[in-house]
């Protein structure tokens, strides 16, 4: 299973983004999408994720200004980012979980490579 993350660039503080990322692969189903980011010198923190119901979780520091959604069909995660700050720039991964196969599915747990948002003063 391979995921790719697109939709990073150079925003100004207070502008928008919208980051995509889609797996693709032999997948049997995807359980948890979800989106991480590191910034330099820093650990990798969780965004947010989402479940395959869409059951949501965000970090503290983004609530309310970033948005995570999938669309199951195109086995797609996307994060609607708004009032973007200095502090938000980082490398955002995303990241997913669940099975892949056709008649004995394994789990797998995948990671994008990563796209780079980078917000000014």
């Known amino acids: 299973v391979q995921l790719q993350a697109f939709g990073g660039g150079l925003v100004q503080a207070g502008g928008s983004l919208r980051l995509s990322c889609v797996a693709s692969?032999?997948?049997?189903?995807?359980?948890?999408m979800a989106w991480y980011r590191q910034a330099p010198g820093n650990m990798r923190d969780l965004v947010a994720q989402?479940?395959?119901?869409?059951?949501?979780k965000y970090g503290d520091s983004v609530r309310d200004r970033l948005t995570i959604s999938r669309d199951n069909a195109k086995n797609a995660v996307y994060l609607q980012m708004n009032s973007l700050k200095p502090e938000d720039t980082a490398v955002y991964y995303c990241?997913?979980?669940?099975?892949?196969?056709?008649?004995?599915?394994?789990?797998?747990?995948?990671w994008g490579q990563g796209t780079l948002v980078t917000v000014s003063s």
């Open positions: 990241q997913a979980d669940g099975f892949w196969g056709t008649f004995v599915p394994v789990s797998f747990d995948a």
């Open positions: 692969g032999n997948i049997f189903s995807i359980d948890t």
């Open positions: 989402i479940t395959s119901s869409g059951s949501t």
